[in-house]
């Protein structure tokens, strides 16, 4: 086996701070995430990584609520990235609009290239409720697409949920195809699971699963969301969803990856599971 990587990088999931009392039904603790958030990137500060990208859901809640999460990132050497949640646009409605351009995102999803490896960064929030709430038409569109899955009887027709434009899936189809022609392999990264059907899934999660799993050049997705985390495989791809960071009083959960040739190697801290996973 290849003893050195092709790159590090490190993952968070789910913060969800917000300055508010703890929720223990759910067993969230808002305010703790700070620290926690603190401990993962001190932890980073120690690795030579390509990048650290946080899967969604940096805020509970509240703009206002924005600023102490960033500020830590703030102190990293590191580039860090990341990607919306649904509870990032639990905002005020004139502030909808500004969610991406917070999170330092160069557009609602993009790919960029690391060592050779295509990255792909959906936006898996793009059709949903509460990130169209300032769009009448979109919010309509969206709820008429909500209503069309429950009608079916969907497991993830949830309103906490969320669907990708087929503008969107297209432009993921051409960056896959991209990849292929140019020999590299492609790790995407969204906030919601696709494989296996839970009710925590994107909306639209069958296909999307579907066109990574038909496509070689893909070795794993990964995403939050679903706190209680996840591991399974369809074809070539690993699906992985990492734990929630927000969960418990004072455990933590985040994680390191190393990509090799021929595995992707997770380095689990606090509730996060270590894992091989081989691309064989």
């Known amino acids: 086996m290849t003893q050195e990587p092709l790159l590090r990088f490190g993952v968070i999931a789910d913060p969800q701070y917000a300055d508010l009392e703890p929720n223990p039904v759910l067993n969230r603790h808002f305010r703790q995430s700070l620290a926690k958030l603190s401990e993962a990137i001190a932890t980073f500060e120690g690795e030579d990584l390509s990048f650290v990208m946080t899967l969604g859901d940096l805020i509970d809640r509240g703009w206002q609520n924005f600023d102490p999460a960033l500020s830590i990132y703030r102190r990293s050497r590191h580039e860090c990235l990341f990607l919306p949640g649904n509870h990032d ?3 005020e409605p004139e502030k909808l609009a500004s969610v991406h351009a917070t999170l330092g995102m160069p557009a609602p999803y993009y790919s960029f290239t690391r060592a050779g490896i295509r990255f792909v960064v959906i936006d898996g929030c ?20 909500l209503d069309g899955l429950k009608a079916a009887g969907a497991d993830n027709a949830m309103d906490w949920n969320a669907g990708i434009s087929e503008q969107q899936f297209a432009w ?19 906030h ?7 009710d925590h899934c994107l909306w639209n999660a069958e296909a999307l699963a579907d066109l990574l799993a038909a496509s070689p050049q893909v ?9 209680r985390g996840g591991l399974a495989r369809a074809g070539t791809c690993w699906f992985v969803n ?15 990856v190393d990509l090799y040739p021929d595995r992707l190697k997770i380095e689990g801290f606090g509730r996060e599971e270590s894992r091989t996973l081989s691309f064989g």
Do not use: W
Request: with cysteine.
């Open 242 to 256: 990492f734990k929630g960071m927000v969960d418990t009083p004072s455990e933590n959960a985040f994680a390191l």
């Open 172 to 190: 993921i189809a051409g960056q896959l195809e991209t990849a292929r022609a140019r020999g590299q392999k492609v790790i995407v990264m969204g």
């Open 126 to 145: 793009e059709d949903s409720l509460f990130a169209t709430a300032a769009d009448p038409d979109r919010h309509a569109k969206a709820r008429a697409r």
């Open 219 to 227: 070795v794993a997705y990964l995403c939050g969301h679903d706190h």
């Open 89 to 91: 646009f639990l905002v």
């Open 192 to 198: 919601y699971p696709l494989y296996p059907a839970t």
